[in-house]
Each structure stands twice: as C-alpha cells, then as structure tokens.
C-alpha cells in the first residue's frame, strides 16, 4: 500500500487539549488508519518540514447514534499525536492555531 503524504494525514485536530499539548510540542492529527507510526512520521516530515521524534496512535471506536427507530454507527478512525523537536512547531494556512 503506497499512499501520498496528503492521504495519510487527513486533517489537525484542534482541541481543548491538543492545543494544550502544543505547548510541550505535541500536535494531534487525524490519520488515514490503515497507516503505521513509520509512513505517519515521514509524511509529517514531508508536509510541514519539520523533525519527528515520537509518534504515538489511538484507534478511536465510532458512536453509536440513534434517531427515532433508526440506528446507526459512526465511522472508527485513528488519531495520531506526533512529538516534535523543541525547535519546531507547526503553522497551519500562515496561522499559528496551537500557540493560542
């Protein structure tokens, strides 16, 4: 399975506490989850140009919603929080979103 950088990481995750965790140079990312720790790391590395030096993944079980008789699942996904080098941070779109 070959994929982009840009299909394995979907989007940031920008939380209460994924902001909070910027400040100890820990951004949260939603991953494409059929990826591993190794292809998530080169593809932050690639996109924003930066040093990884951790990564650590959480596959997130989708909800259970209802409406009325009917009944549904959300979809599982993988979260992906990557640690980065004291030295670098991550700007998003020209804005900093994690130094709020």
Same mark, same amino acid.
């Given at each position: 399975? !070959? +994929?982009?950088?840009?299909?394995?990481?979907? &989007?940031?995750? $920008?939380?209460?506490?994924?902001?909070?965790?910027?400040?100890?140079?820990?951004?949260?990312?939603? $991953?494409?989850?059929?990826? /591993? @720790? !190794? *292809?998530?790391?080169?593809? !932050?590395?690639?996109?924003? /140009? $930066? @040093? #990884? #030096?951790? $990564? /650590?993944?959480? /596959? #997130?079980?989708? =909800?259970?919603?209802?409406?009325?008789? #009917? *009944?549904? =699942?959300?979809?599982?996904?993988?979260?992906?929080?990557?640690? +980065? &080098?004291?030295?670098?941070? !991550?700007? +998003? %779109?020209?804005? %900093?979103?994690?130094?709020?």
């Amino acid at each position: 399975m !070959i +994929l982009e950088a840009r299909d394995i990481i979907k &989007r940031p995750l $920008v939380t209460e506490k994924s902001v909070d965790g910027a400040s100890m140079h820990k951004y949260t990312f939603e $991953v494409d989850p059929r990826v /591993n @720790k !190794i *292809q998530i790391r080169k593809a !932050i590395e690639e996109i924003f /140009n $930066v @040093k #990884v #030096v951790k $990564v /650590n993944t959480v /596959n #997130v079980k989708g =909800k259970k919603r209802g409406f009325g008789k #009917v *009944q549904g =699942k959300m979809s599982d996904w993988k979260k992906a929080i990557v640690t +980065l &080098r004291d030295t670098d941070k !991550i700007e +998003l %779109d020209g804005i %900093d979103y994690f130094e709020m």
